[in-house]
């Protein structure tokens, strides 16, 4: 007969690599050290392999001992989906939620959306995340987050994704630099390197140089903002323009700013606003009310 390890010896070791501590790993899986211990052994038995070497009071992960963690963090997720099961046929909207959600779409939405669940599912419990898209996906698929709200399109390879709404994408410009441009805006008539865009890690630099149709890539300024805010503060100071989203804009980004918005270039400038979660969570209707929630805020 197969023996098959079980979801709480993959329990033990993903906590243990964690926390890199036994004693800590221990009391966050509520067992003793010596029985975490004995569990990730009897797991090493039955794999057939090491996955931890031990020297003195040190340990470090093997390759193999890496592998395992990754797929046991998607087995995990799997049987918390399994457990939720129950749970969604009878209330889907209460218990916890884990969101994870971009910050160029967070400061900008959650605070609405927590306000209507609170109104309307007051037994849900939101917990949320602010992340970069490639950390909350993984983390999604490690089941450390039930559902991102993220902009599309993204790769998000096996999980399930839907579009909940449209963000246009502005242009904005220093008051004293505007009448020097001519509009409709050509990025032929912009100077070399005056469009700042964020870092690469965030998702909004390409779709806003995909959807304003941004070819020129001598137009575009080396410096690489951390936030929206200084990107607003680069072109206030007159030293270029930018594109932000609609929706960072009706929610007072450029409030008291010397600045100007205009269309950018490209017809129908935006970025698709959607929900993604694994394909194997339970909890559909659940993320059918969020979505129609958060398309209600948007």
């Known amino acids: 007969m197969t023996k098959w390890p079980s979801l709480k010896q993959l329990h033990y070791l993903v906590t243990l690599f964690e926390t890199r501590h036994f004693g800590e790993a221990a009391q966050r899986c509520f067992v003793s050290q010596s029985t975490l211990s004995k569990g990730i052994q009897n797991l090493e038995e039955l794999v057939g392999c090491q996955l931890i070497e031990r020297e003195s009071k040190t340990f470090v992960f093997t390759s193999v001992g890496m592998d395992v963690v990754s797929r046991g963090r998607e087995l995990l997720a799997g049987g918390q989906d399994l457990m939720e099961l129950a749970q969604c046929k009878t209330d889907c909207m209460q218990g916890q ?11 900008f939405l959650l605070s609405d959306l927590v306000q209507e669940v609170n109104r309307r599912f007051p037994q849900l ?17 490690q089941g450390q987050l039930d559902v991102l709200i993220l902009a599309l399109p993204v790769d998000i390879g096996t999980m399930e994704s839907k579009v909940v709404g449209r963000d246009a ?22 100077p070399d390197q005056s469009v700042f865009l964020l870092e690469k890690e965030h998702c909004l630099t390409e779709h806003a ?12 300024n080396p410096f690489s903002a951390t936030s929206l805010h200084t990107l607003v503060q680069m072109v206030a100071n007159g030293l270029g323009t930018t594109f932000i989203p609609e929706m960072a804009i009706k929610h007072g ?13 490209g017809k129908e400038a935006y970025r698709e606003i959607g929900l993604v979660w694994r394909s194997s969570s339970s909890r559909l209707d659940t993320f059918e009310q969020l979505s129609m929630l958060v398309k209600s805020i948007l």
């Open 253 to 265: 980004l450029l409030k008291n700013q010397n600045l100007v918005v205009v269309e950018p270039p």
């Open 97 to 107: 939620l884990k969101v994870g959600c971009i910050p160029t779409i967070a400061p």
């Open 125 to 141: 419990d939101l917990l949320l995340k602010e992340d970069t898209t490639t950390n909350l996906l993984a983390a999604l698929k």
């Open 209 to 220: 140089v995909s959807a304003c149709q941004l070819t020129r890539r001598e137009k575009i």
């Open 169 to 190: 994408f502005k242009m904005v410009i220093s008051k004293d630099k505007v009448d020097s441009i001519k509009q409709p805006v050509h990025y032929d008539d912009l």
